[in-house]
Every structure is written in C-alpha cells, then in structure tokens.
C-alpha cells in the first residue's frame, strides 16, 4: 500500500478549507451539530485508498471511523457517494460530514427517560418539556445527554470508561419544547441519521399553538435566521438574507380558537428556534413563549372574563405551545422508511382542552 507524503498533500486541505462555506451555510440544523470538510487530492497524488487517505489527513479521526463514515454515505468523491476502498487520484474533491461527538467530560446522571422505542441501532425517545438536550452554559449537568449515559451504561458503570458507551446527537429541540427526538447507538447509526438531517430527507412535524386567527389555511415561511441584532440571545428573521441562514417552515392550521390557533409545522431546514421566529415574523407569535412575547394577551379580545382564562391557561401550560409530533427517516439496519409518532404532552392537551370550552361556550 502506498504511503502518504506530505508534498502529495494539496495546501487547500489545511485549515482555511476545512471550513466548506458552501455546506455550512446549507447545513440542515443548528451551528455546532455537524463538521463539514471539503478536501483536494494533490496533482502529484499516487492512487491510495479512501480511508487511508483521509486517516492521513484527518489526525482526530480513527480509520474505523472513517470507514463507517463512508459506509453510511457521508464521504463523497466528485460528488458521489463512494467506498472506503475508492482509490484516490489527482485532484479529486472530497467532501464529508461528520457528526460532533458529545462533550468527553460528560458524567452519568440517573435521570428518568420517556422512550418510544429502542432497537439495536437507536433510541426514540420523547423528551419531556423542561429538560435541557446537552451541556451548556448555565447548564453543565442534569442535561438528556447525562441521562442518556446512564442509560446506556447503568449496568457497567464500574467499567473503564473507555467500554462505555456515549450517546450522539443528530438533532436536537429546545428545552421547553418537548416530543421525539432520535439517538443513534453505534457509529455507523449515528453517520448515516446524520447524513439523513443533513441532506433534509427526514420528515418532521411539530404542533404548536399560536397567537392570533392565522389567515391562510397552510402557507410557506421562508427567511433566513439568524441572531438578533440587538440581542445575541434571541434569534431574528432576515427576509433579505443579509444575516443567518437560510430557512423554510411550511404551516398548516389544525384547528382555530379565534383568539390563537393549532398548526402543524413541517421544516424544510431546522435553524436554532426556527418554528418560534418564523412565526412570530408572520405575527403570530407562539403561545407561552415568554422569550419572544408570547405571554402577552391579545388587546383585542381584552376583557376581565377573557383576561383570567388566559392567566389560566398560561398556568397550565407555562412554557411555548410546540411539539415535536412525528419523526419519518430510512433506518440504518433495514434501509426502510419508517415512522414514529408521539401523543401531545398532558400540558399541551389540557391547554387545547381549555381552549375548546371557551371557544364553544364565548365565541359560537
């Protein structure tokens, strides 16, 4: 086998094209889920496999998981997808995704679990609202990704942590935004479900509750997202594209109370707090959701009756009205379309329930 030298190893592979802009900037979830890397064969390249090539290249990354990157599809050639075993040639393109690996200083925390189901390959879990996805500033434990740990682990914890098993992610919803989440188990689960987000071939819907009678039956959203400008916190949409990027929410409404109104969403891309900020762009800002207004009560329908039912309803449901309803992807072992669904939390329920006596009993 060939070896690799340094003179065959084309300067744009450094650093400075490490970064694709081209597939960051269309990449189909938040910053920070994904690596994208976009490589170039010397002209003076000898023929060498795939695999070793990039072992070569890519110091921080094992063959094995190399392999199980190009076996999964995320490893492309001139635009196509390839084997490990491709010999590489003078100037060939090479560009991958790899999934980010969870933070290695995460520590097992017995935390419960609501699981839709499990396999051999991966999990789909129902996550509760409440519970932040992984570590982050004010957040460093207590997180799903620490509960998944003990999970996966609860019967080795006394093992080297190197037997461990450590959950990936592949997408992930904000913490008062509860329903289906799915996590890989093995390496080549978590390629192939993150070339799936990253490509946009999974299907997702989400129901929420919005503010106001939205107008249009269904409709298209589309804008580019990014962070306010006058708060690194919040998120804006920018329908010139001159900040964020690019995103598509298509809505259908579900059902209508006047005073706010039940819509599916199904994203065509998935940016941090997308479903949230194309909605409240469109003036109907989801209910509860205190981070982009959503706890304040319509004028136009202000009296006292109507006043102390939404104090109520804002009891019982306390957080933003959204829901990750139904999750669609191509399985990793049977390489079939399957479908998972998950019921509207008890809040999000009670909160609809509510709404439907007053509906029926003030505004028929």
């Known amino acids: 086998m060939p070896e690799a030298h340094p003179e065959h190893i084309n300067p744009r592979d450094t650093e400075e094209r490490l970064a694709d802009p081209e597939l960051t900037e269309d990449g189909p979830d938040e910053e920070g889920m994904y690596e994208h890397k976009r490589l170039y064969a010397d002209p003076g390249q000898r023929l060498m496999r795939l695999d070793q090539w990039l072992t070569t290249l890519l110091r921080n990354k094992s063959r094995t998981m190399i392999k199980n990157a190009a076996l999964a599809g995320c490893v492309r050639v001139n635009g196509k997808t390839v084997k490990p075993a491709y010999k590489i040639k003078p100037g060939d393109e090479v560009t991958i995704v790899f999934p980010t690996p969870p933070p290695p200083e995460l520590a097992p ?45 609860q019967e080795r914890l006394d093992a080297p942590r190197e037997e461990w098993q450590f959950p990936s992610l592949v997408h992930r919803i904000d913490k008062d935004t509860s329903g289906l989440l799915v996590i890989p188990k093995t390496e080549f689960a978590n390629h192939f479900l993150s070339r799936q987000f990253y490509e946009r071939s999974i299907d997702r819907l989400y129901n929420a509750i919005v503010w106001g009678d939205v107008k ?132 999000f329920q009670a909160a609809l329930e509510k709404m439907r006596l007053y509906r029926k009993a003030y505004l028929e």
């Open 109 to 153: 925390e017995n935390i419960p679990l609501v699981l839709e189901y499990e396999d051999e390959d991966l999990i789909m879990l129902n996550k509760q609202p409440g519970m932040v996805v992984h570590p982050g500033v004010g957040n460093w434990t207590g997180t799903m990704l620490h509960a998944l740990l003990y999970y996966l682990n």
């Open 216 to 347: 249009e039956d269904e409709g298209t959203i589309e804008g580019h997202v990014g962070r306010s400008r006058g708060d690194r916190k919040r998120f804006d949409v920018y329908p010139d594209g001159s900040v964020g990027k690019h995103a598509i929410t298509h809505y259908r409404v579900l059902e209508r109370f006047r005073f706010a109104t039940l819509v599916q969403c199904k994203l065509e891309t998935g940016r941090t707090h997308q479903i949230r900020v194309h909605m409240k762009h469109i003036g109907h800002t989801l209910f509860a959701d205190w981070f982009y207004g959503g706890k304040n009560v319509l004028a136009r329908l202000s009296t006292p009756k109507y006043e102390a039912f939404i104090h109520n309803l804002l009891t019982v449901l306390p957080r933003q009205a959204l829901h990750a309803r139904t999750l669609s992807f191509t399985h990793p072992r049977t390489m079939k379309k399957v479908h998972f669904s998950s019921a509207l939390p008890d809040d």
